[in-house]
């Protein structure tokens, strides 16, 4: 296991939040700060008991860090790094839990002095509900942390390595553009689809509309829990994986014409024949251990 | 509390197996027979100990019965109805759990007697399970049940009303028409697009296909679920409910191709305004109480 003597963690919603509570729960550091832009959230993170120390700002949060962690959505980073930059104390590790990589990349390398050691990643777990008081410690335990190498030195990435193990998830290295038309497909565009097809219901006129909401049947309930995530991250990650995503929704509305014409023209057997392929997957899914139920 | 003196429940499925339970636990008739067109499943039903008696054929199931609930996929109504027509006694009332109700109404009405009383029904309820084992109880509790009028007389609805009601389920009358319609967005269109998905991922090339597999963030894993519902059962709901489905979907179509031109335009006030109205929604479903978490 490894720790880090001093962490900071910017941004404290569900994401950092999680981190903080499993930080302080397995101790792995000596001294926890943290930082959100917004004060009432500061003010809550300070009565949640968070961290070992609040702080007012930035610059005070990140000074003595020898770890920084990033938990902001992906179109704040390139401000924060700005921020930070001027404070970083020598060979501080600094990382990021933004679900998109490639942006994030291109936007905090630059303004990082070359005393710091950016290592990208991107924790593959989360819940429709955000802010401070919906983090649990758990949260990362036995799910994926993607770690993109970019280029650390071996040791400073094993540390980093180490330390993510410790929250209890599962550690893996990926390319960049790889782990951007990954979560396009398994993230990104179910989140997509189900702000598109709530949003759709949302339009519907009145009487309608509220039958729907009395009669949401399963499909659909699923779909608005989706839904609900948090706007401004979501509005970030499209806006910041916009060539993956566009890419795997090119692809997802050729298939669906494809069904779409089969009912049409009532073909029955290319329903069926998809409906079964597509049993096989979750199949997959539950044998790889990522499923909750 | 009304109860019928037989019922018969034709199809043993996730939605026949726990009526059937249901019927048991509260004994809702004296005696309770079952039948289904798989000789392994009557078997699976026996062993399970579902019903008083376990009929080898349909004619036998349904003589002597008060009630007759078709719990089958919608493309087997019709001939259901037709065999089990010359064999039904006077004053029978008919029933069937399909998705769709326009198509069943078109397909059963000509095959039955005038002897017998249709009340085509819907309950709304279901998880991704199908067959005999995956049935419970409790499936019906608090969830809605909806009963399409269709011209029977008010003591013989109201006495349906009140068998349904005992099974724990909500009972609400409704226009067959609009009940295509809300089905259609709130269920049928949600579990096609989950297909869709499910099978673009599927049809990624190999090593992207296993790491979606491993990497399954929780919006994919979500559509998995609804995605490994029972194929012949979802086959047959677009068939028969073709004319809203497509109707919605065009619906659904435009607003994903505004989605989509604003994630190439960088336009993430459009994004963000909707994904914030959208959360108003699940609010609403919760307020309503038709969530399960």
Known sequence: MSRYPEIAIIGLGLIGSSLARVIKSKSLCD??????????????????GLGDVVADDIAQAVAAADLVVMAIPVGAMANVAVEIAPYLKQG???????????????????????????????????????????????LFKDRYWIVIPNGADDADTETFKGFLSATGAIVESMDCDYHDKVLAITSHLPHLIAYTIVGTAFDLENDLQNDVIRFSASGFR???????????????VFMNNSEAVLEMLQRFNEDLSYLQRAIRWQEGDKLEGLFTRTRDIRKRIKDAGQLDD
């Open 31 to 48: 001294r926890l700060v943290l930082f959100d832009a917004d004060v009432e959230v500061r003010e809550k993170a300070v009565a949640l």
């Open 92 to 138: 501080v590790v600094i990382t990021d839990t933004g679900s998109t990589k490639g942006s994030v990349i291109k936007d905090v390398s630059p303004a990082l002095p070359d005393h710091a050691v950016f290592i990208p990643s991107h924790p593959i777990a989360g819940t429709e509900y955000s802010g401070p008081e919906s983090g649990f410690a758990t």
């Open 222 to 236: 699923d779909f608005t829990r989706i839904a609900s995530s948090d706007p401004v991250m979501w509005r970030d």
